[in-house]
């Protein structure tokens, strides 16, 4: 089985401007996750989807959104990009959401460099 | 509220020595899930394992080894006769049932093995 790609691995935005970075997960899961990581604050969880809908999301503000399609492929979006948005995105898939033999895998991540 | 505990900045060790890498959770949930991910310096999450909270076997996979502790809220890591190959970021997490796949990580161990 593929693993979870992700698009584009590395991009370089200035601030103000907007990006979307799009994660196909495992064939066959159905919820999609995405974090942050930056050096000063580690690994953040910023949102799942399960099912085209979000069901949990993290301390981030609403610059940060996200969408999960039909097929389960998931696009994250930051609007008004700021310095401290670059960071390495990872987005990471699993067959359902919290169930007890889940266990989520992760993407090769997307490198977002904010001048 | 979910906390987990790397206290164990960075180790350094030489090929063949034993390493043991620790990990202490907080939670407030009866039910929830810790996880080992290995980050090397492609930047992939790289899954190792996982433990549910009613399940208190160690476990052996080779070289590597866990120990879950409830008592102490522990879930220590063992790598046994280290490689350079194991060189790595190393990170503990931990999610609760009712938070879906929401991870929450902790700090990360750079494990340095010298030949």
């Known amino acids: 089985k593929a693993g979870v790609t992700q698009t584009p691995r590395y991009l370089i935005k200035t601030r103000g401007q907007q990006v979307t970075l799009s994660c196909s997960p495992i064939s066959g899961h159905r919820s999609v996750s995405w974090y942050q990581q930056t050096p000063g604050q580690g690994l953040q969880f910023l949102f799942e989807y399960f099912s085209e809908t979000q069901r949990n999301k993290g301390n981030f503000p609403g610059r940060f959104s996200g969408r999960q399609f039909s097929n389960s492929r998931s696009e994250m979006n930051v609007s008004t990009l700021e310095l401290g948005d670059s960071a390495l995105y990872l987005c990471?898939?699993?067959?359902?959401?919290?169930?007890?033999?889940?266990?989520?895998?992760f993407g090769p991540g997307t490198r977002l460099t904010v001048l | 509220a979910q906390k987990v505990t790397q206290a164990q900045t960075e180790i350094s060790v030489v090929e063949k020595e034993d390493v043991t890498l620790d990990c202490v959770y907080e939670?407030?949930?009866?039910?929830?899930?810790l996880f080992w991910y290995k980050q090397p310096p492609s930047g992939e999450l790289v899954f190792l394992i996982r433990?549910?909270?009613?399940?208190?076997q160690n476990e052996i996979s080779g070289r590597y080894s866990w120990n879950f502790q409830k008592s102490t809220s522990s879930f220590n890591f063992t790598i046994t006769a280290s490689q350079v190959v194991d060189s790595a970021v190393y990170f503990c997490a931990l999610s609760e049932a009712k938070y879906g796949n929401k991870l929450v990580f902790g700090a990360g161990t750079i494990l340095r093995v010298k030949s």
């Open positions: 433990r549910n909270s009613f399940d208190e």
């Open positions: 939670t407030r949930d009866t039910t929830y899930y």
């Open positions: 990471a898939s699993s067959l359902t959401s919290g169930g007890i033999t889940d266990t989520q895998y």
